[in-house]
C-alpha cells in the first residue's frame, strides 16, 4: 500500500486536541488561517504522496554510493528534493527577511513528519539544513547570514551539523579537531568527523558545514569549544560556489536502514572556515542546531510509525488465513485486531506529543516563559517517545505481516531498519531521559507540575461525559505527580537509574491526556480508540513507576562479571 499522508489527523490534532488556535492568535502568525493551514497542509500531503513516497523503497535497495570522492544518490532522489526545495518546504520555519516562510513551528513539524514517512532517507536531507539554518539565524554575523541564509534557505545550498569524533560521541567534550586562526578572520580547521548525515550530495551547488572545533588557547572540554561554518566550496566575490575547500569525504557507512541517506567520515585539513557566534561559546549554537533536530528526529519516527501502520493496516485487511469472521481477513482476529489498535493509537499519541512540543515552542517565541519551560520539558520526551514509537510500531507491523514481514519484498522490514537509528541520534534516548529528569527539573519540577496539573483539569471536566475514560487519567496524573515529587528530591546521580522509566511514565500520561481530548472532540472511532489507549496501555504507567520507585540499588549493585552468562 502506498503512503498516504494524514493530512485529516494533522488537522484535527491541531485544532481540538493542541489548541493551534493559541498560535494563530499571536501577532507573528495571525495569518494562519484555518484556510491558510489546510492549504498548507494539503499541499505538503500532496507533495509526499506523489512524489517523495515512491522514493522510499528505491533508496532502500540502491543506497547512495561514494565513487573517486563524489557522492552519488539513489535513483529520483535529486528530483525529490528539487521538488522539496521547490516548494519552500527547506526554509519552511525559517525568517522572511531572507526568503523563509516565517511558518510556526507545529506546521513545521506537520509537513517534516508527512516527509519523514514517506522518505526517511531523503527528509534527513533538509531536516539538518533547517537546524543550520535557525543556528545561524541565532548565533551568526550580518555578513556569514546575509551570504549563506538565502541559499540555504532556497536549498540551493545543503547543510550539515559535524559533531561526531571517533573518540568523541556522546561526549562531545572530548573532540580534538583543531581550529587555527589565518589572520584575517577566517581559521584553518583540521581534523575528522564522522557519523555525518548528507555530508554530500549530486543535487546541490554547495553543501555547507558547522563543525565544532577547538581553538588554541581553548579549555579543556565543553567549555573550550568553537563553532565555524565550512563550506565544501568557498564563495567567491559574487557569492557564487569558488574555489575547492580542503575537506573530503572519506568514505560512506554501511548502515542497517537509511540507505538513501550517505552517512560520512569527514577530513578537514586546514579547512577554512568562519567562526559562527562567541569564541569558546559553540555549545550554545549547538544546542541550538540539536533541539531543532531533536523535535524533527521525533517527529521523521512518527512519520515511519505512520506509514508502518498504514502498510500493516492494508495488509491485514488482504491476508486471508483462518477463518475467525466474515472476511476471513487476519484482521478479524483479535491479536492482530489488538497489534493494529496499539500500532494506531501510539502513532496518534506520539504525534500529539511532538505538536504540543511544537505549538510550546511557537508561543515560547513571542516571549511566554511558561510557554518556554513546557517546550523544553517537552523535546525530551517527544524526542525519545517519539522514536520508541517509531521502532516499536514498526516492529509491531512486522509481526502483523507474519512470515512476509521477515521477507525483503513486502517493505516491512525497512520501517524497522530506518527507524532504529532514531533513538541513537541527536542524544541518545537514555541522555533525553537523564536531561529531562536532571536539567529539566532544575526548576524544582514547576514546568513539569504545571502539565500534570493541565492534565487534571482536563480530565475533571471531562467526568461528566467520559467518567470510565477520565478517572484512569485523573488518577495517572496524580501517580505522575508523586513520582515528580520523589524524583526532584532526590540528588541528580540518583535520578539518572529511573530517568527512562520516568520520561516512558510521563509520556503515557501525555498519551492519555491527548486521547481524552480527542474523544471529548470528536465521537465513532476517536472515542474507542481512546478507549483502548487509556484501558489496555495507560496502564503500563504503573510498571513504569515501580522500576523508578526501586531506585539505582538494583540498577548499580550489578557489575561486570554479574552480566556474564
Not at 142 to 155: E, F, R, T, W
Not at 218 to 247: M, Q, Y
Not at 467 to 481: N, Y
Request: with cysteine; net charge negative.
Amino acid at each position: 500500500m502506498p503512503y498516504h499522508a494524514p493530512v485529516d489527523d494533522f488537522r484535527f490534532i491541531l485544532e481540538h486536541v493542541i489548541g493551534f488556535s493559541d498560535v494563530a492568535a499571536t501577532g507573528r502568525h495571525a495569518e494562519m488561517t484555518p484556510d491558510v493551514t489546510d492549504a498548507i497542509l494539503n499541499e505538503a500531503g500532496r507533495m509526499c504522496d506523489e512524489i517523495l513516497a515512491p522514493l522510499n523503497r528505491a533508496g532502500d535497495l540502491e543506497p547512495a554510493r561514494l565513487e573517486n570522492g563524489v557522492v552519488r544518490t539513489s535513483p529520483g532522489y535529486s528530483e525529490g528534493y528539487r521538488a522539496i526545495a521547490e516548494g519552500g518546504w527547506v526554509g519552511m520555519a525559517a525568517g522572511e527577511a531572507h526568503g523563509g516562510m516565517g511558518l510556526p513551528m507545529a506546521l513545521v513539524t506537520c509537513v517534516n513528519e508527512m516527509m519523514g514517512g514517506a522518505c526517511l532517507a531523503l527528509q534527513l536531507n533538509p531536516l539538518m539544513t533547517q537546524a543550520e539554518i535557525e543556528a545561524l539565524e541565532s548565533h551568526a554575523g550580518p555578513d556569514l547570514q546575509a551570504l549563506y541564509l538565502p541559499k540555504l534557505i532556497s536549498g540551493e545550498w545543503c547543510g550539515t551539523m559535524n559533531l561526531t569524533e571517533p573518540q568523541a560521541g556522546s561526549d562531545v567534550g572530548a573532540l580534538r579537531s583543531k581550529a587555527e586562526p589565518n589572520g584575517d578572520g577566517t581559521y584553518r580547521i583540521t581534523g575528522q568527523k564522522i557519523y555525518i548525515t548528507w555530508a554530500d550530495n549530486d543535487f546541490s551547488d554547495n553543501v555547507v558545514h558547522m563543525v565544532l572545533a577547538r581553538l588554541p588557547d581553548a579549555a579543556e572540554g565543553t567549555k573550550g569549544i568553537s563553532l565555524f561554518l565550512v563550506p565544501k566550496f568557498i564563495p567567491d566575490a559574487d557569492g557564487r560556489p569558488g574555489e575547492a575547500n580542503s575537506l573530503r569525504v572519506v568514505s560512506l557507512e554501511h548502515k542497517l536502514g537509511i540507505h538513501g541517506s550517505p552517512t560520512a567520515v569527514m577530513e578537514y585539513d586546514g579547512a577554512t572556515g568562519w567562526l559562527v557566534g562567541e569564541a569558546h561559546g559553540g555549545m550554545a549554537a549547538m544546542f541550538t542546531m540539536m533541539n531543532t533536530a531533536r523535535l524533527g528526529v521525533g517527529s521523521q519516527a512518527v512519520g515511519v510509525a505512520e506509514a508502518a501502520t498504514q502498510a500493516a493496516l492494508a495488509y491485514a485487511q488482504e491476508r486471508r488465513q483462518g477463518k475467525v469472521g466474515g472476511t476471513g481477513t487476519i484482521i478479524e482476529h483479535a491479536d492482530v485486531r489488538a497489534m493494529l489498535a496499539r500500532m494506531r493509537a501510539e502513532t496518534f499519541a506520539a504525534r500529539a506529543i511532538t505538536l504540543a512540543c511544537a505549538k510550546a515552542i511557537d508561543l515560547g517565541r513571542e516571549g511566554d516563559a511558561a510557554a518556554k519551560a513546557r517546550a523544553a520539558l517537552l523535546t525530551p520526551i517527544a524526542k525519545a517517545f517519539g522514536t520508541e514509537t517509531g521502532i516499536n510500531v514498526a516492529d509491531l507491523g512486522i509481526q502483523v505481516h507474519g512470515g512476509m514481514g521477515f521477507i525483503e519484498e513486502t517493505g516491512a522490514a525497512q520501517f524497522l531498519r530506518d527507524a532504529r537509528i532514531t533513538a541513537i541520534y541527536e542524544g541518545t534516548n537514555g541522555i533525553q531521559a537523564m536531561d529531562l529528569v536532571g536539567r529539566k527539573m532544575m526548576d524544582g519540577g514547576e514546568a513539569a507540575f504545571s502539565l500534570i496539573d493541565e492534565v487534571q483539569t482536563g480530565a475533571e471536566a471531562a467526568r461528566d461525559t467520559l467518567p470510565d475514560l477520565a478517572e484512569p487519567v485523573w488518577q495517572a496524573a496524580e501517580a505522575m505527580r508523586e513520582a515528580t515529587e520523589r524524583l526532584v528530591g532526590r540528588p541528580p546521580a540518583e535520578r539518572f537509574a529511573g530517568a527512562m522509566p520516568y520520561l516512558r511514565g510521563f509520556a503515557r500520561l501525555l498519551g492519555a491526556h491527548y486521547h481524552l481530548r480527542a474523544a471529548q472532540a470528536g465521537e465513532g472511532r476517536r472515542r474507542r480508540l481512546a478507549s483502548f489507549y487509556i484501558e489496555r496501555m495507560l496502564p503500563e504507567q504503573a510498571a513504569h513507576l515501580a522500576a523508578l520507585r526501586a531506585g539505582p540499588d538494583c540498577v548499580m549493585a550489578l557489575d561486570a562479571e554479574d552480566l556474564v552468562a
